[in-house]
C-alpha cells in the first residue's frame, strides 16, 4: 500500500494538484473547481516552506492584480468546515495582497499523512526552497514514510547523492543554519562545513570575506590541515657534534636527539658517487 502511493505520488502528482493538462483530468478539475472565500483557507502547519521573499510575494501580487490567479489551490476540507492548503501557500498569500476576495481552488480529499507527503514533494519539486527547508522535508518524508533514500531521490527527480549531502546540513551548529536560511551562505558553502571542526568559526570567515564557494572549500581543506608542531631548538652540544661528523665525512648530518628515547642520525648526499663512499666507508668497518 505505501509502496503504490510512493508510485503514485511520484509519477502522478500533478494530477493530484490540478497540473495534468490531459482532457480526462481537465474535465475532472473542472467538476471539483470552486471559488471560496480567502478568508476561509488556512496554510498547513506542515508546509515545509516557511519563508517567503516580500519581493517575491509582491511582484506575484503584482501579476495577479493585472490578470488574476490562473492557477487554482489545492485544498482539503477541515474538521471545522473550513480549507487547508495542500499545495499554493505562496500564491494565496499574494492574493491576500493583491485584495482578492475569493480564489479559485480544487477540492481533494487527502488523509493527515497524504496532505504532508503531497505539500512536501510539490515544494520540492517546484518550490524555492531554501536548503534548510529541503533538508528538513527530505529528513520528514524519510521518517514519517519510511522512504529509503534511494526512493526519495525517484520521487523528487533528484540524485541520491543530492539528497544525502543536503540532509547532512541538517547537523550543521544553529548558528550556521541561521545564516543558511537568512541567505547569508548558500547550499554550496554550507556542504563544505560539514565535515569540519569548527563550522560556526569558518562560516563566520566565509562571510566577512565574501569567500566563492570555491574559496570556502580552500578555507575548510586549510583548517583540516594538522598543524605541524615547531621543531625543537637543538643544544649546543647537538650543533657541535654534527659540525665535526660533518667535516669529517664531507657531508651533510642531522642528528636528532630526543634524550633517553634515542634518536636518529641522517647521513645527506647529492650523488650515488658519495652514496657508495657512505657504504664503502660503513661496510670497511664492519670488517675491522
Known amino acids: ?19 495534468d493538462t490531459t482532457e480526462t483530468a481537465v474535465l475532472h478539475d473542472i467538476r471539483s473547481l470552486r471559488h471560496l472565500p480567502i478568508e476561509l ?5 506542515n508546509n515545509p516552506r516557511k519563508h517567503f521573499a516580500d519581493a517575491e510575494l509582491e ?9 488574476g490567479l490562473l492557477q487554482p489551490l489545492v485544498v482539503r476540507t477541515r474538521t471545522d468546515g473550513e480549507y487547508e492548503i495542500v499545495a499554493g501557500e505562496r500564491r494565496w498569500r499574494a492574493a491576500q495582497r493583491a485584495g482578492l476576495h475569493e480564489i479559485p481552488v480544487l477540492v481533494r480529499e487527502f488523509s493527515d499523512g497524504e ?24 529528513d520528514l518524508l524519510l521518517q514519517q514514510f519510511n522512504y529509503t533514500q ?6 523528487v527527480g533528484k540524485s541520491r547523492s543530492h539528497i544525502a549531502n543536503t540532509l547532512r546540513l541538517l547537523n550543521l551548529p544553529l548558528s550556521v543554519r541561521q545564516q543558511i536560511e537568512a541567505g547569508k551562505l548558500t547550499a554550496g558553502h554550507a556542504r563544505t562545513l560539514v565535515a569540519t571542526e569548527s563550522p560556526a568559526e569558518l562560516a563566520e570567515q566565509i562571510i ?6 570555491r574559496e570556502a572549500e580552500g578555507l575548510t581543506r586549510q583548517a583540516a590541515s594538522p598543524k605541524r608542531k615547531p621543531k625543537a631548538e637543538k643544544s649546543t652540544d647537538t650543533k657541535a657534534l654534527e659540525r665535526s661528523v660533518a667535516e669529517a665525512l664531507g657531508l651533510k648530518i642531522d642528528i636528532n636527539d630526543r634524550g633517553d628515547a634515542g634518536g636518529t642520525v ?21 670488517s675491522d
Request: hydrophobic share 40%; glycine share 6%.
Open 208 to 213: 566577512k570575506f565574501g569567500l566563492s564557494v
Open 266 to 286: 641522517s647521513i645527506g648526499y647529492k650523488s650515488l658517487e658519495q652514496l657508495e663512499e657512505i657504504c664503502r666507508r660503513l661496510q670497511s668497518r664492519e
Open 1 to 19: 500500500m505505501i509502496q503504490a502511493q510512493r508510485q503514485r505520488l511520484g509519477r502522478g502528482l500533478a494530477a493530484l494538484i490540478g497540473d
Open 59 to 67: 511582484d506575484l501580487a503584482k501579476s495577479i492584480r493585472e490578470k
Open 41 to 45: 483557507l488556512h496554510a498547513s502547519a
Open 150 to 155: 534511494q526512493q526519495l531521490a525517484q520521487s
Open 115 to 138: 496532505a504532508l507527503e503531497i505539500a512536501l514533494i510539490e515544494n520540492i519539486q517546484r518550490s524555492d526552497l531554501n536548503p534548510l527547508e529541503e533538508a528538513r522535508a527530505y
